[in-house]
């Protein structure tokens, strides 16, 4: 590889930090590849591939009369261990299986899993 020449994994950390420096109102396709300084063929794979990865959404909007996709960064915040869930009647009850929303047995008539979340 040359020297200077930019990796696909450099462009796609770079993209990553441009759309989550934009917040939650997220960047344009375009002005994402405009401020990359590249095609925009090559714009949209590094969106299409970020949003494979499950780090971006791709949002389709309308600007002006053309059709487009706001980037829009997935939040990393939302972390969790198995010390929060420990102790959930769900994991140890019978009615697993026949449980559903709408049913006759649901977690909204659930008077196990009610006690539970209220302690939690």
């Given at each position: 590889m040359k020297q200077g020449k930019k990796t696909s994994e450099d462009l796609y950390e770079k993209?990553?930090?441009i759309i989550r420096n934009a917040g939650p109102q997220g960047i344009l396709q375009r002005d994402l590849w405009k401020a990359l300084k590249v095609s925009s063929r090559e714009g949209s794979r590094i969106a299409s591939t970020l949003?494979?990865?499950s780090l971006i959404i791709r949002e389709r909007?309308?600007?002006g009369r053309f059709k487009t996709f706001k980037l829009i960064a997935v939040s990393n915040n939302l972390k969790t261990s198995l010390?929060?869930?420990?102790?959930c009647p769900c994991f140890s009850?019978?009615?697993l299986l026949r449980c559903g929303s709408g049913q006759q047995i649901s977690p909204e008539n659930c008077e196990d899993l009610t006690?539970?979340?209220?302690?939690s």
């Amino acid at each position: 590889m040359k020297q200077g020449k930019k990796t696909s994994e450099d462009l796609y950390e770079k993209a990553l930090e441009i759309i989550r420096n934009a917040g939650p109102q997220g960047i344009l396709q375009r002005d994402l590849w405009k401020a990359l300084k590249v095609s925009s063929r090559e714009g949209s794979r590094i969106a299409s591939t970020l949003e494979k990865r499950s780090l971006i959404i791709r949002e389709r909007v309308l600007q002006g009369r053309f059709k487009t996709f706001k980037l829009i960064a997935v939040s990393n915040n939302l972390k969790t261990s198995l010390e929060a869930i420990g102790g959930c009647p769900c994991f140890s009850c019978t009615n697993l299986l026949r449980c559903g929303s709408g049913q006759q047995i649901s977690p909204e008539n659930c008077e196990d899993l009610t006690e539970w979340l209220l302690k939690s």
